[in-house]
């Protein structure tokens, strides 16, 4: 993820390729595969099933898109905010009977 810039989404490799997107949704298939099963396990769900769900993966990649685009936000702290803040990769029942 190091080739993220913040702004309007420009990567060094080409200035001026808009951010689109698809580049968003990219993004977090990224971040969230670079991710231990470990931070999947703590939000009640496995790795697989998080990345074939393609309606959260959109719902957090319109997060990223809007915060970099609308806000200027970097990318990187974007993405990663988007996926473990908001909306976020949640437990869809945080509560737990132990």
Request: charged content about 35%.
């Amino acid at each position: 993820m190091s080739s993220l810039t913040s702004g309007n989404g420009d990567t060094p490799d080409n200035q001026d390729k808009p951010f689109t997107i698809e580049d968003a949704r990219k993004d977090v298939v990224d971040y969230l595969t670079e991710q231990e099963d470990s931070y999947f396990t703590c939000r009640g769900k496995a790795k697989d099933e998080i990345l074939a769900d393609s309606e959260l993966i959109d719902t957090v990649a319109a997060e990223h898109y809007k915060c970099v685009m609308n806000f200027g936000n970097d990318r990187e702290w974007s993405v990663k905010n988007a996926c473990d803040v908001e909306p976020g990769i949640k437990d869809n029942d945080p509560i737990h009977y132990d």
